[in-house]
Nanobody
């Protein structure tokens, strides 16, 4: 069965960098979409970045473009999100999610995903 285990995150000041990782197991092919989402209390879960692992075609929300990089490490079977030039509005609980097949809605719409990691807190202080 599909299992997503997250690591990374933490606290940093404005302008700093953090990374989060999502280790994927239980998937036998690279035909899946892996997205990263940010959750803030009182708001709908927001897509930050996504990648189709076989196609290696990242997509980013406008808020993440130029600052975040999503990548797939084939050897470790992890999808990493590197976050630079962090801002207080990047604060939230970050979740990775997996959807089999092609990325739908550029991979940034949380409702299409059926498998989720446990969540990792990212806090950016001003």
């Amino acid at each position: 069965q599909v299992h997503l285990v997250q690591s990374g995150g933490g606290s940093v000041q404005t302008g700093g960098s953090l990374s989060v990782s999502c280790r994927v197991s239980g998937v036998t092919s690279d035909n899946y979409c892996l997205g990263w989402f940010r959750e803030v209390a009182g708001k709908e879960r927001e897509g930050v970045a996504a990648i189709h692992v076989a196609e290696d075609n990242p997509a980013y929300d406008d808020s993440a473009k130029g600052r975040f990089t999503i990548s797939h490490d084939k050897a470790e079977n992890t999808v990493n999100l590197e976050m630079n030039s962090l801002k207080p509005e990047d604060t939230g609980k970050y979740y990775c999610a997996l959807d089999r097949g092609p990325c739908k809605y550029r991979g940034l719409y949380y409702r299409v995903y059926g498998y989720w990691g446990q969540g990792t807190q990212v806090t950016v202080s001003s």
